[in-house]
């Protein structure tokens, strides 16, 4: 059996920070690239998770899911992984996730990135949770055609700057008929590349999903990472 801090340094997490120069920074934002069904939610639940049990704050803001949906999520995946990695201090670490996460939930007209600067003024001034992370699940609608999606994306990016932290974010990748380019990323997240620092893809293969770096900054070679997600446990592991 494992205590967290030992779980923490295991973590396949830290192999993809390496990757990435020591991961997401402040004011920085990553985007996470999939097919519908195929993981998104649960690789940046488990990114969520992670940072909580780190102890660092967390808001996971979501469109069309309520907050108790979301809730049951971080739940279920704190269990299988507190199983697999046979966690000693189970109670404590769920205690120390718990306090460490906030999650709010949107509805699409009220979600913008004005209503999200509002929702950190708040939280900080009443609840005194100013996050280190943000996660970002359905928003901005990256399938919408958006002419400003852009302009969003880099008010999204300064407001990250803004408020020193990290804000990682998920769109949909579709089997046929979307527009790609060069590096398969669709287009209509290439056409944000101005605000984005690394995006991520996840890959469906035949008994697993792989997680690729599709972009890491200005670097002109990326590494080829063997972490994928399994589809039984939703958990990040090596292949």
């Known amino acids: 059996m494992v205590l967290r801090e030992e779980m923490i340094r295991r973590s396949p997490l830290r192999v993809l920070e390496r990757s ?3 991961g ?4 920085e934002i990553g985007v996470v690239t999939a097919r519908k069904g195929v993981g998104k939610t649960a690789f940046l ?3 969520g998770l992670d940072e909580a049990l780190r102890g660092r ?4 803001a979501t469109l069309r899911r309520s907050v108790e949906q979301v809730t049951r999520y971080y739940d279920e995946i704190f269990t299988a992984l507190a199983s697999s990695r046979r966690l000693e201090d189970h109670a404590e670490s ?3 996730m718990e306090r460490h996460r906030h999650v709010l939930s949107y509805r699409d007209s009220d979600i913008s990135v004005g209503r999200i600067r509002e929702s950190l003024g708040f939280l900080a001034e009443h609840a005194g949770f100013r996050p280190d992370v943000i996660i970002l699940n359905g928003f901005p609608d990256f399938e919408g055609g958006d002419p400003d999606l852009p302009e969003v994306m880099l008010a999204l990016r300064e407001l990250a700057r803004e408020w020193r932290l990290t804000l990682w974010i998920n769109a949909l990748r579709h089997r046929e008929g979307q527009e790609r380019d060069e590096r398969d990323v669709p287009v209509n997240v290439a056409r ?3 605000a984005i ?3 991520l ?6 008994d697993h999903v792989r997680l690729r770096i599709v972009k890491d900054r200005d670097a002109a070679e990326l590494p080829d990472l063997r972490l994928e997600l399994d589809p039984a446990t939703l958990l990040l592991r090596w292949r």
């Open 45 to 47: 639940v488990g990114v």
């Open 201 to 206: 893809r996840l890959e469906s293969q035949a």
């Open 20 to 22: 990435l120069g020591g």
């Open 57 to 60: 704050k967390v808001l996971h």
């Open 192 to 194: 944000c590349d101005a």
């Open 24 to 27: 997401l920074a402040p004011g």
């Open 197 to 199: 620092a690394i995006i």
């Open 94 to 96: 769920r205690i120390a």
